[in-house]
């Protein structure tokens, strides 16, 4: 069974530029989630998805941060205009129920930003 | 700030011993999970224990959970270098669909 994907796995930018992530969760996995991780820190959950309407948000900066999933599947996140305090990795999980802790969360291997 | 809370920060034992490491969380849950992060296999889920169980086993691993305390451990029994990761516990705050992970405890094991 092929894993959670995530591109690209590393990027670079410079301040006040823009960035964007791509997830494509496990095959029938309806809930996705994307996460940030700052270096010595636990994940972050920023917004949870079940197919493609969205669960929770609620720590998603929405005068940055975008994302959707269209048709369900594929998820991108965006960042538009970056700042230096999300330099991170930028996790990307999936699992078949809605609520993340009754059902295992698959990871991808993240995306990690560095903000200039 | 978080909902679950790992203890200690980081822990340093010798290949063959255990290691226990704690989360405590705010609110009610329904279910805790707990993940390892390495570099070399990302973020993987360990266990899950549900709020109406006390006790889990997985190979070496050894979950409980206590309600009454808001509280989980987490035991590593006969502990390999291969152990050496970050360790999370994961809650869902009032039993809703939000997952909220701890800071981790950072596991170093010597050989």
């Known amino acids: 069974e092929a894993g959670v994907a995530q591109s690209p796995r590393y990027k670079i930018i410079e301040k006040r530029q823009s960035v964007a992530f791509w997830c494509n969760p496990i095959s029938g996995h309806a809930t996705l989630y994307w996460y940030q991780q700052i270096l010595g820190q636990g994940p972050k959950l920023l917004i949870q998805?079940?197919?493609?309407?969205?669960?929770?948000d609620s720590q998603l900066p929405k005068d940055r941060f975008s994302a959707e999933r269209l048709k369900g599947v594929d998820s991108t996140l965006k960042i538009q205009p970056a700042k230096l305090e999300d330099s991170a990795v930028y996790l990307c999980?999936?699992?078949?129920?809605?609520?993340?802790?009754?059902?295992?969360?698959?990871f991808g291997p993240g995306t990690r930003l560095t903000v200039l | 700030s978080q909902q679950g809370e790992e203890d200690p920060q980081a822990l340093s034992i010798q290949e063959g011993e255990n290691a226990t490491m704690n989360c405590s969380y705010k609110?009610?849950?329904?279910?805790l999970q707990w993940y390892r992060q390495n570099s070399g296999r990302g973020l993987v889920h360990l266990i899950l224990?549900?709020?109406?169980?006390r006790e889990k086993h997985s190979g070496r691993l050894r979950v409980t959970l206590d309600t009454s305390k808001k509280s989980s451990s987490l035991l590593i029994t006969a502990s390999r270098a291969a152990d050496t990761a970050s360790y999370f516990c994961?809650?869902?705050?009032?039993?809703?669909?939000?997952?909220?992970f701890g800071a981790g405890t950072r596991l170093f094991v010597k050989a």
């Open positions: 609110t009610s849950i329904n279910n």
């Open positions: 224990i549900r709020s109406n169980e």
């Open positions: 998805f079940q197919n493609n309407g969205v669960v929770d």
């Open positions: 994961a809650t869902d705050p009032d039993g809703g669909f939000k997952t909220i």
């Open positions: 999980a999936s699992s078949l129920e809605t609520s993340g802790t009754a059902d295992t969360q698959y």
